[in-house]
């Protein structure tokens, strides 16, 4: 199969992603993927492969984009010890791109595939998956060096928390896809937030 430009890649990629994001995986349909990206029938399908390809395409680079964000805040994190509560309110906002940020009804690709897909696209569910496991790693990591630094409590379990704090990002952004008022999710964030202060005074 011939590689597409990089140029046309990008824009192709970016306007699928869109059609995905607010429409979901199955109700995307190839005439609206033909209609979005100005491209032929043959030259979407020899360019880029079918509809399964081009997802997992804007899936590596939603993932890809995460990774970046997460790896600025971790070295930020390594140069002004930033608070974690600083860092997960970032992290929770990571899958809003720009605009997006005030807007509700899309939530994140990643997880949005996990709750779409799980009984009908095992290949896709499990590359979103990985993916969202390599974010609750970093998330680990983070941690770790939060410990090091003295802004977080030394009796937390960095694993654990990582854990926690991935699926609590999860429910926020399939209620994001419900339409779940903005000011109610933050409400959310608050309280999860709340569980880095625990054991902060206990003794040594």
Known sequence: MARPQKYKQEQVIEAVSELFKTQGYRATSIEQMLAVTHLSRSSLYNGFGNKEALYLMVLEKIA???AN???NM???NELKAVEP???LRLF???YYIDTSLHTTGVGCLLVNTVVELADTEPALVARALGYLKLA???LTAFFKSAQKNGTLSPHQNPA???LFFMNVKKGLMVSVRHGTPLKELSDVVDTALSVLTIN???PQ
Do not use: N
């Open 64 to 66: 890809q984009q995460s």
């Open 69 to 71: 964000l997460y790896l």
């Open 74 to 76: 971790a070295q930020d």
């Open 85 to 87: 509560s600083a860092f």
């Open 92 to 94: 929770f906002q990571s």
């Open 136 to 138: 609750e790693h970093s």
């Open 160 to 162: 654990a928390l990582a």
């Open 200 to 202: 902060t005074h206990q």
